[in-house]
């Protein structure tokens, strides 16, 4: 595989989740690998991309049909247009049709809107929809975040008030 240079990776998931929402769909291809995904957004080849799209359950469906999976290896295998760019980087040919031969149905997921082979590209206003929920879940998250530090600033002003309190107190019978 050709070496790509690694940014330095200051996305959040929500960044992550949009951009691969818009992939799974535009991409000509409907059905989208993990790996296809952090090849194109250049992320480490250890991030968890697989469980975040498990968790949105209602934009992505992990997985394809084996029969399709094997159908559309059939097509990479003769059609070197039909193999995503990181399967088409990587330094042979010999190593592409390995990396179409080791691909499983767990390494495979798409756009809950383009479930049917050779699914068209979505509408735009399917795209908004997924973009404004990714918002919207972005949103929740940092609102909650905020919640919790307000929570300990709380905290952190009572039990400093109940120190001084106690301080006051001691410092009082002391000079007694």
Known sequence: MKKRPQ???????????????????????????????????????????????????????PKV????????????????????????????????LKAIEEL???DIFRSQFRTEKDAPPSSLSIIDWGLQHIERLRKGNLEAREEVIKRWQLWSVIILSITNIFVTVIVALLKK
């Open 7 to 61: 940014l330095i990776n200051s996305r959040d998931k929500f960044d992550i989740l949009s951009a691969a929402w818009v992939l799974a769909c535009n991409d000509p291809i409907s059905i989208m690998t993990y790996k296809g995904i952090k090849y194109r957004l250049n992320l480490p080849n250890n991030y968890d991309l697989e469980s975040l799209v498990e968790e949105r359950g209602e934009l992505f469906r």
């Open 65 to 96: 049909p084996l029969r399709r999976l094997n159908e559309w290896k059939i097509e990479m295998q003769s059609h070197i247009s039909k193999r995503p760019a990181w399967i088409r980087d990587l330094e042979n040919e010999t190593l592409q």
């Open 104 to 106: 499983t149905v767990d």
